[in-house]
């Protein structure tokens, strides 16, 4: 219910915007990305228990190439923060990701149209921490996973680009240990985020 109301924000702020310019190609263009947004992770493990997760923040930027009118490649880095609870109520501690993200989209080019819609995919490497109720700091294995993402672009001007966007994240879970015991943490996840590019060219 939480992801289905994120998405239905996102989704009604981006129809609200209104303006004159119509969508433009970026094939050949550099662009930068910036955005915030909402993260609903997948829950995970710890000395036999097993972790309930928040809804945390993500927030993040990368750069964006248009290689053809449709097609274009991007890298990203995003930082996540949120906080895990046993199934019985009690605190145990908080995550923190950092996802560095190589991936690709279609961009679907309409006519006349300001909005641009897009589906992609790519790879992610997975950056944990976890860090217990005590302030221990655990050891988190790196992670590997895959990504789908879609959304739409609305171009304000040539340059100026407003953006939501839904990514979800599938990796297997990594093994993280401390004072002297051990869990599994699975970095998967979906977000939901709103952003703007600029494009310099």
Known sequence: ?????IVAGIAVAVA???GTALADSIKGRIGITGRLGFIVPAESDFDDRKLETDVGFIGGGGVIYGITDNVAAEIEVTHTEFGSNRV????EGDFEVVNISLGGHYRFLL???KFVPYAGGGLDVLLSDYTRPSGTKAHVDTGV????NGGVDYFVTRQLVLNA???GVIAPEVDMS???RSGNF???GVASTVGVRFFFN
């Open 1 to 5: 219910m939480k992801r289905l109301l």
């Open 16 to 18: 609200g915007i209104s």
């Open 88 to 91: 019985s109520g009690g605190d």
């Open 111 to 113: 006519p006349q149209s």
């Open 145 to 148: 996973g895959v990504h789908i």
């Open 165 to 167: 966007e839904v990514k």
């Open 178 to 180: 401390a004072e002297g």
């Open 186 to 188: 699975d970095p998967s």
